[in-house]
């Protein structure tokens, strides 16, 4: 298999461009170039954003499939649509649990698990004119640049197209601190700020989204699917299972007012990950994982 892989530089992203080149894969890593691409791979630079450069940079290439890791708009999903037409014959966006935050409502109390038809991207209005280009509202708006994305690969039809729906990830070389906030303010004793009433959200493996990723490279499905370990966590029980290994009690306030820890949602983050079960790829379960990674982010 003949792959490239855009972004994926770090985090779970090179451990999936790490696993596809272990595997037998001819891979591909396109970025920017500001961090080195393993060894053993081909590294192409250029910035997504800048059309022109992405169609010179691929000149004469094409792939079985690509694997986006990279795309946060519908601005980034057209250009990438347009250059790679007839380049490849399936594109994998990475995208997120995110695009339910729309039908997750503050404070609910429950709710079956969202399964992917509740978003459907072919139904999602497009609106390339907001300032996508503008970093804070990018990331203020994370969860709609990935809905609108998902739609505009969905109706170019220039490929088979796949939407990894990634529950929120936990383990491996995690740049975000997330985690690593939790672990410092229970061994020093310091309080966790959390929401009133949190709710429970899906969390995955991080080895494991990189092996679902280079899962769905191969195969031939379309369409949005969920990416999620069996079993939800709350803020609660997150702290309560680094206590426990810390050997401390967890101390969480609630602080009105006061930005609240990550991983306390004030909203339920639970996804249905039947589509990929059926399709034949079985989810671990977050309570075989998280000790270890607790563990591993004491270190």
């Known amino acids: 298999m003949d792959v490239c892989v855009i972004g994926g530089s770090r985090y779970f992203g090179r451990r999936l461009i790490e696993d596809l080149r272990d595997a037998g894969a001819r891979v591909t890593v ?8 393993p060894p053993g791979v081909t590294h192409l630079r250029a910035d997504r954003d800048d059309e022109d450069a992405l169609r010179a940079v691929l000149a004469g290439r094409s792939f079985d499939v690509v694997i986006d890791q990279v795309c946060y708009s519908p601005r980034q999903a057209a ?5 790679f037409a007839g380049r490849t014959r399936r594109y994998v966006m990475t995208s997120t649990v995110e695009v339910y935050a729309a039908l997750a409502r503050p404070g609910a109390t429950g709710g079956p698990a969202f399964a992917e038809e509740a978003v459907d991207p072919a139904a999602v209005p497009v609106d390339p004119h907001l300032p996508w280009t503008d970093a804070a509202f990018l990331d203020e708006h994370y969860g709609e640049g990935k809905r609108q994305a998902e739609a505009v690969f969905t109706r170019r039809e220039a490929f ?24 410092e303010r229970i061994e020093r004793g310091l309080p966790i700020v959390v929401h009133a009433a949190p709710r429970p959200a899906s969390f995955v493996h991080e080895p494991e989204i990189a092996r679902f990723l280079a899962w769905t ?10 990416a999620a370990s069996r079993g939800t966590l709350d803020v609660h029980e997150l702290s309560a299972e680094i206590g426990r290994a810390a050997g401390r009690a967890p101390q969480t306030v609630v602080r009105p ?15 249905d990950t039947g589509r990929a079960a059926r399709l034949g790829f079985p ?12 563990r591993e982010a004491r270190r």
């Open 30 to 37: 396109l970025n920017r170039g500001s961090t080195p691409a």
């Open 79 to 83: 250009v990438a649509a347009r250059v």
């Open 160 to 183: 088979d197209f796949a939407a990894v729906r990634t529950a929120h990830v936990l383990g491996g070389d995690d740049f975000t601190g997330r985690l690593a906030h939790y672990v």
């Open 217 to 226: 490279a191969a195969a031939s499905f379309t369409g949005p699917v969920n």
């Open 257 to 271: 007012g006061e930005p609240v820890s990550p991983y306390s949602f004030d909203r339920g983050y639970a996804m």
């Open 283 to 294: 989810f671990s379960s977050v309570t075989d994982w998280l000790p270890r990674v607790v």
